[in-house]
T-cell receptor
Framework: DTEVTQTPKHLVMGMTNKKSLKCEQH?????MYWYKQKAKKPPELMFV???????INESVPSRFSPECPNSSLLNLHLHALQPEDSALYLC????????????FGSGTRLTVV | AQSVTQLDSQVPVFEEAPVELRCNYSSSVSVYLFWYVQYPNQGLQLLLK??????LVESINGFEAEFNKSQTSFHLRKPSVHISDTAEYFCAVSVGSGGGADGLTFGKGTHLIIQP
């Protein structure tokens, strides 16, 4: 298995909803990442987990809450989002903190209404 | 802090012509460089990467990039493009000091448009 799997592929949510994005990999990678990509813009790093511990939080609003329950799973919990949070959310993983072989998932396209 | 500059937001090229997509980086420490391709409504696919060793790196689909430390560049080239190469191309950098868990910093992207 050489993939990063993200679910759901599409999500529409209201501003008062709570939802979660899920990311899974079975490559034995120990670093996992969340990126946000707005239309026609490059991906921007949100969070980094290294060995299931949060190592980087790029000043992301608290309405985004990451969780890494084990080495294969990464979640992004969403609550009270704004329409401007609509974007493609990409998950990625790499073998370890010293390995640069990043693998990206195909993303979850989120629309906040 | 590191940064990546992709000078061209859009590059139109005729089919079977050569193309070069430019990428310059800025960093005070050693860097690792990547090119990713993104097709419409899809995630990112790694084209090629430079970590160390030979400064010329190649991908399986005919692209190549050369790491030039003196010019702080990592330009992407293909000698003959195909309609299927139409996509957004991102240059990215990861610095060496923090390890791979620093994540990637991306350039703004270059939209490659192949004209028949």
């Amino acid at each position: 298995d050489t993939e990063v799997t993200q679910t759901p592929k599409h999500l529409v949510m209201g501003m008062t909803n709570k939802k979660s994005l899920k990311c899974e990999q079975h490559m034995g990678h120990r670093a996992m990442y969340w990126y946000k990509q707005k239309a026609k813009k490059p991906p921007e790093l949100m969070f980094v987990y290294s060995y299931e511990k949060l190592s980087i939080n790029e000043s992301v609003p608290s309405r985004f809450s990451p969780e890494c329950p084990n080495s294969s799973l990464l979640n992004l919990h969403l609550h009270a989002l704004q329409p401007e949070d609509s974007a493609l959310y990409l998950c990625a993983s790499s073998l370890s903190a010293a390995n640069y072989g990043y693998t990206f998932g195909s993303g979850t396209r989120l629309t906040v209404v | 802090a590191q940064s990546v500059t992709q000078l061209d937001s859009q590059v139109p090229v005729f089919e079977e012509a050569p193309v070069e997509l430019r990428c310059n980086y800025s960093s005070s420490v050693s860097v690792y460089l990547f090119w990713y391709v993104q097709y419409p409504n899809q995630g990112l696919q790694l084209l090629l990467k430079y970590l160390s060793g030979s400064t010329l790196v190649e991908s399986i689909n005919g692209f190549e990039a050369e790491f030039n430390k003196s010019q702080t560049s990592f330009h992407l080239r293909k000698p003959s493009v195909h309609i299927s190469d139409t996509a957004e191309y991102f240059c990215a950098v990861s610095v060496g000091s923090g390890g791979g868990a620093d994540g990637l910093t991306f350039g703004k992207g270059t939209h490659l448009i192949i004209q028949p």
